[in-house]
Nanobody, 125 residues
């Protein structure tokens, strides 16, 4: 049984920093790309960042480029999302996810088959 357990989230002010983490079990973590997505109220779930199985390649949405950093520790089966210079428009529920197969487009949410429980991040101005 594949499980993704997230930690982090909370209420912050504009300009603050926060790191989310996600621990994976039940699948060979080091063999699959990982992603972070977010969903604001009334909006579709959107891509935030992704990282290849080795950690050698990362992808970021234009809206977070230069502010958010994705990383992974394959020894700990954990993926992280470091968020800096947070803005009110970053307010959303953040989800980690693991790809269902190797080689899929890591920015496409439909290539991910298991998701974390979500973490609310609220940024006030």
């Amino acid at each position: 049984q594949v499980q993704l357990v997230q930690s982090g989230g909370g209420l912050l002010q504009a300009g603050d920093s926060l790191t989310l983490s996600c621990v994976v079990s039940g699948r060979p973590f080091s063999s699959y790309a990982m992603g972070w997505f977010r969903q604001a109220p009334g909006q579709e779930r959107e891509f935030v960042a992704a990282i290849s199985w080795s950690g050698g390649t990362t992808y970021e949405a234009d809206s977070v480029k230069g502010r958010f950093t994705i990383s992974r520790d394959n020894d700990k089966n954990t993926v992280y999302l470091e968020m800096n210079s947070l803005k009110p428009e970053d307010t959303a529920v953040y989800y980690c996810a693991i790809q269902g197969r190797k080689g899929g487009d890591p920015t496409n949410k439909w290539t991910y088959d298991y998701w974390g429980q979500g973490a609310q991040v609220t940024v006030s101005s």
